[in-house]
């Protein structure tokens, strides 16, 4: 979340859009990767595998990003 804001910062509201979407999940699946490599058991455990936690996670982040855009329009078309 931080980078999309430095991104609406420095890019307008348009660049804040897209880099929520894509850019931001990239980089916290990277730092989780990189940091927690290894707490994905209770997943394998429940017959989770990684790919389908990274594909479920970027749709859910996917739905979660568009209600969020949605929203901010609308308070902005109202003010």
Known sequence: MS?????????????FKYVLVLFGFFISLLIKEVNSKNEYLFYYNNGISKMQLF?????????????????????????
């Open 3 to 15: 980078i999309s804001v430095l991104a609406c910062v420095f890019g307008g509201f348009e660049l």
């Open 55 to 79: 594909i479920y996670s970027f749709l859910l982040n996917f739905v979660f990003s568009l209600v969020l855009i949605l929203v901010i329009n609308l308070i902005l078309k109202w003010t």
